[in-house]
């Protein structure tokens, strides 16, 4: 059978753009045929196709498919556990079908959640940093880097869901603060670009005490001025070095200031356990039951072709929450 894939033509070593990907036409055959629904999008990807790559998972090379996330339907299996019509997930990344053996895809409940872009959300690293890492709870005052991102957009409400006292965001303009606060239950939110230190000493002048950032940079050294002595801070990202050309796309934490002021800095790996994944999924779907949480999301509807153009976009920040693109 044949698919069509999104490929990197090279390795991105600045800013990225639709020069860095072409549609291939490939072969595919294996134990289980699936035609792909939904593609998974996220700032991470980025990182994988960069020569340097620091992440702990080999960088992608020209010339082969790229991208994680995948949700399709099973158009044919030879495993009794697999049947024609079932949906499932799988890591078999940007292309129109996949084909594998079948402990490769994980089979789906498609009554779970009102749609099956639901799965491809970046919960489990927004509950494992926020409930595991910096143990956010009863009275913390938490403050979430990149709040309207999908990371972050779920990081406040699980932090509020665990008994935060305050929960407050920043975003990159006044209509994403906005949103955050109407929409997704933040107390208060900010928007980055105007003096962060001076946002978080109005905002919480009894001090941090949990600081999710998948940003660095300002906000990092803004939430380290307004932190309360023994403050942990859960590290998940660098988005204010990582997407653009800058030589040192992850810093090095000011380690020195951060003793001095007691905090505890907490980096965390986005590589995610069986455990982990399936204890954000209980607290997702029992918090969507009761109705204290709104799964911010934005589903673009394009052709294989138009997948490397709704990543770029992403990345500039043009959508609100999780992204995921629904293939025709």
Request: contains cysteine; aromatic residues 8%.
């Amino acid at each position: 059978m044949m698919t069509h894939e999104i490929q990197l033509t090279t390795q991105i070593a600045g800013v990225p753009g639709p020069e860095h990907f072409t549609v291939a036409r490939t072969e595919i055959a294996g134990e289980v045929v699936v035609r792909t629904d939904y593609l998974g999008l996220a700032a991470t990807y980025l990182e994988l196709m960069r020569p340097d790559c620091h992440l702990p998972i080999p960088a992608w090379q020209p010339g082969r498919r790229v991208g994680v996330m995948a949700i399709g339907t099973v158009l044919s299996s030879a495993d009794p556990g697999l049947r024609e019509g079932d949906l499932v997930q799988s890591m078999s990344g940007w292309s129109t079908h996949s084909a594998g053996p079948a402990a490769a895809y994980v089979k789906l409940d498609r009554d779970a959640y009102p749609d099956p872009s639901y799965h491809l959300g970046q919960g489990p690293t927004a509950y494992h940093g926020v409930a595991d890492v910096a143990k956010a709870g009863e009275g913390d005052v938490v403050f979430v880097s990149g709040a309207a991102g999908g990371v972050g957009s779920l990081a406040g409400q699980i932090a509020r869901n665990l008994g935060a006292k305050k929960v407050i965001g920043s975003a990159g303009s006044r209509a994403k603060a906005d949103y955050l606060v109407a929409e997704l239950g933040f107390d208060a939110a900010f928007d980055y670009h105007h003096d962060p230190a001076a946002a978080l000493r109005e905002l919480a002048p009894e001090g941090i005490t949990v600081f999710f950032d998948t940003v660095g940079g300002a906000l990092y050294d803004a939430a380290l001025e307004a932190a309360a002595p023994g403050a942990r801070f859960a590290l998940c990202g660098s988005l204010s070095t990582q997407l653009g050309a800058a030589p040192d796309r992850f810093p090095e934490p000011d380690r020195d200031a951060a003793r001095a002021k007691g905090v505890e800095l907490l980096p965390f790996s986005c590589h995610h356990t069986p455990d982990q994944v399936a204890a954000w999924h209980r607290h997702f779907r029992t918090a969507l039951d009761q109705g204290r949480f709104v799964y911010p999301r934005t589903v673009v509807e394009t052709g294989i072709d138009g997948v490397p153009g709704a990543f770029l976009a992403m990345l500039r920040g043009e959508y609100r929450g999780n992204v995921s693109v629904r293939l025709p």
